[in-house]
């Protein structure tokens, strides 16, 4: 019996039976299908509504706030812990450069004019010290020795200058953009608070 002979001669009873499987078979497919996509609609939504508040600038899987006032690094980190974040710990060169670009529009001014004097740039704290024991910064927030770090190689920072500097700011000037250094802890600089998105 060739296949053409099969269908003629099929039996219809067993026909709709198998139609009827098949019509099954479709339906809770379709069932499962919908549910994926409302799973998929769903996690979408989600990732879109978890961004920075406003006024924080998002970057990798942090928002950052400049605060343009000036505060010693202690008052500057107690300010951050208001907002639910900590002054800036700088993981990567990645992080580090998007700060350096950041910072620039603050003395945007300075920059046009070609002012060449470092003590007018602005100069920011961000979340490093070396306070609790000289010579060993970590991260104030975890105590984590520094993994990355952009000292300051020409002027050979850190160097504890007047065995006061105790706490890391980096500043907008030109060529020492984001450029970091050990200062006193009780200057009053920016700051630079982050949080986790
Ligand atoms: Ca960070
Ligand atoms: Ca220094």
Redesign the pocket.
Known sequence: MDWTQSVLTADPKIVTEQNSKLLQIEERMQTKLTNLENRVKNITKEMSTKSCPSNWIPFGSSCYNIRAQEKSWYHAAMECLQYGAKLVEIETKQENDFLKQRIRIYDEDLLKQNITTYSEYKKFWIGGTDKIIEGRFVWASTGNLLSFTDW?AI?M?????GGN?DCIEISSFPTRRGIW???NCAAEFYFICERSL
């Open positions: 300051d002027l920072e850190p160097n504890d200058r500097e250094n050990d200062a």
